[in-house]
């Protein structure tokens, strides 16, 4: 791998890893558009911010950036808490304007600086190799790489920090409020820092890029854990694995590396909603045919319980009595004696003392089950 390939890389995965830490928070408060709507509606904050200074220098852009980011959640919110404009609908409200304004700003005051959209919504990876940081004439390596992973570092940083904050914020706001955590500091907290990842990476890899980062790797990891920890962990890992996976398809397909290390994403995504050994397609179709035979069994030794112990019942009538295959109650039967619940007696079966004791142990279950719930409900 050369160097240049080596840069663009590391850029995608610090921007996947760093983009995956705060929005796992993202996922998990419902939220995740928001990420959309910040990177889009900071628009206006990167213009004012250029006009004002006069360069594209990164401290102007990333404040310009923050404030607009904070402010962009700040009128969600108020939209929000006017009871009549539900949280989706106050972002789509909000983010369009915003953005309008800085498309109108940009075009009409920028026109001829690199602040176009194309800048803007796409970036360009591949050119990070050649954007070198200098100070006092000195050669610091790509200005890119060190961005990206100085935003990595500060995302790493604010997550360790406020970890148990985060944490008890994001799944019980309330309990937090309680013991004098403000959710309302929290949430503004994790809004700046995802302004801040969203500017800091516009310029390298583009909006697009930075929405799918801050989105689908947590989604993934969602799907793979119920551990918070291992959840974030996982974000980054998935991000950075997209990064390193996506530069590879567009090095085989010759296409835009920041749209191969989106669909990259995309497809870990697709595959954990497929896969994923708890919460995947495959394992809850298992999970309802496991459950199906299991409600079928019981329904099985439930007839044959009521039914006569002496000359038992015979296959084909249970298949009359519940409307299933002739094969398929061959197939319970043979299953349950597998089990010893079921016995044959001549040309039919009938229940065996295992069989007894299984309904008595379902029949309790059940009651078990409705003390429970009746306990809750009170």
């Given at each position: 791998?050369?160097?240049?390939q080596w840069v663009i890389v590391a850029v995608?995965?610090?921007?996947?890893?760093?983009?995956?830490?705060?929005?796992?928070?993202?996922?998990?408060?419902?939220?995740?558009?928001?990420?959309?709507?910040?990177?889009?509606?900071?628009?206006?904050?990167?213009?004012?911010?250029?006009?004002?200074?006069?360069?594209?220098?990164?401290?102007?852009?990333?404040?310009?950036?923050?404030?607009?980011?904070?402010?962009?959640?700040?009128?969600?919110?108020?939209?929000?808490?006017?009871?009549r404009i539900n949280e989706d609908a106050s972002?789509?409200?909000?983010?369009?304007?915003?953005?309008?304004?800085?498309?109108?700003?940009?075009?009409?005051?920028?026109?001829?600086?690199?602040?176009?959209?194309?800048?803007?919504?796409?970036?360009?990876?591949?050119?990070?190799?050649?954007?070198?940081?200098?100070?006092?004439?000195?050669?610091?390596?790509?200005?890119?790489?060190?961005?990206?992973?100085?935003?990595?570092?500060?995302?790493?940083?604010?997550?360790?920090?406020?970890?148990?904050?985060?944490?008890?914020?994001?799944?019980?706001?309330?309990?937090?409020?309680?013991?004098?955590?403000?959710?309302?500091?929290?949430?503004?907290?994790?809004?700046?820092?995802?302004?801040?990842?969203?500017?800091?990476?516009?310029?390298?890899?583009?909006?697009?890029?930075?929405?799918?980062?801050?989105?689908?790797?947590?989604?993934t990891a969602y799907l793979l854990t119920n551990?918070?920890?291992?959840?974030?962990?996982?974000?980054?890992?998935?991000?950075?694995?997209?990064?390193?996976?996506?530069?590879?398809?567009?090095?085989?397909?010759?296409?835009?590396?920041?749209?191969?290390?989106?669909?990259?994403?995309?497809?870990?995504?697709?595959?954990?909603?497929?896969?994923?050994?708890?919460?995947?397609?495959?394992?809850?179709?298992?999970?309802?045919?496991?459950?199906?035979?299991?409600?079928?069994?019981?329904?099985?030794?439930?007839?044959?319980?009521?039914?006569?112990?002496?000359?038992?019942?015979?296959?084909?009538?249970?298949?009359?009595?519940?409307?299933?295959?002739?094969?398929?109650?061959?197939?319970?039967?043979?299953?349950?004696?597998?089990?010893?619940?079921?016995?044959?007696?001549?040309?039919?079966?009938?229940?065996?003392?295992?069989?007894?004791?299984?309904?008595?142990?379902?029949?309790?279950?059940?009651?078990?089950?409705?003390?429970?719930?009746?306990?809750?409900?009170?």
């Amino acid at each position: 791998m050369t160097y240049e390939q080596w840069v663009i890389v590391a850029v995608g995965a610090c921007v996947g890893a760093g983009c995956a830490l705060i929005g796992a928070f993202l996922v998990l408060r419902k939220i995740a558009m928001l990420g959309d709507a910040i990177s889009h509606a900071v628009l206006p904050g990167i213009a004012i911010a250029f006009l004002l200074s006069g360069s594209r220098a990164t401290l102007p852009m990333v404040i310009g950036a923050g404030i607009f980011g904070v402010l962009t959640v700040v009128l969600v919110g108020a939209l929000s808490r006017t009871r009549r404009i539900n949280e989706d609908a106050s972002i789509g409200v909000v983010f369009p304007a915003l953005f309008s304004v800085g498309v109108i700003l940009i075009s009409k005051y920028a026109a001829g600086v690199d602040l176009d959209l194309d800048c803007v919504l796409f970036g360009e990876i591949a050119y990070s190799a050649l954007d070198t940081l200098r100070v006092g004439g000195a050669s610091l390596g790509p200005r890119p790489l060190w961005i990206t992973g100085g935003i990595l570092l500060v995302n790493l940083v604010v997550v360790l920090v406020f970890f148990k904050e985060l944490k008890l914020t994001s799944f019980d706001p309330e309990l937090a409020a309680a013991i004098g955590i403000s959710p309302v500091v929290m949430h503004y907290v994790l809004m700046s820092a995802v302004s801040v990842t969203v500017v800091g990476s516009f310029e390298s890899v583009g909006a697009i890029l930075v929405v799918a980062m801050l989105i689908v790797p947590p989604a993934t990891a969602y799907l793979l854990t119920n551990s918070l920890a291992m959840m974030l962990v996982l974000s980054a890992l998935c991000g950075a694995a997209s990064a390193v996976g996506g530069y590879a398809v567009s090095a085989w397909l010759d296409c835009s590396v920041a749209g191969a290390m989106a669909t990259v994403s995309g497809l870990m995504f697709v595959v954990a909603l497929v896969l994923s050994p708890r919460y995947g397609l495959v394992a809850q179709a298992w999970a309802r045919a496991l459950l199906g035979r299991r409600m079928r069994e019981q329904l099985v030794l439930l007839h044959l319980g009521s039914a006569s112990a002496q000359h038992g019942t015979a296959a084909a009538e249970l298949a009359q009595r519940f409307r299933w295959r002739a094969a398929q109650a061959e197939r319970l039967l043979g299953g349950l004696e597998r089990r010893k619940q079921v016995e044959r007696v001549g040309d039919g079966w009938r229940l065996t003392s295992y069989g007894t004791e299984a309904i008595e142990r379902a029949g309790k279950d059940v009651l078990r089950h409705a003390d429970e719930d009746g306990g809750g409900a009170a």
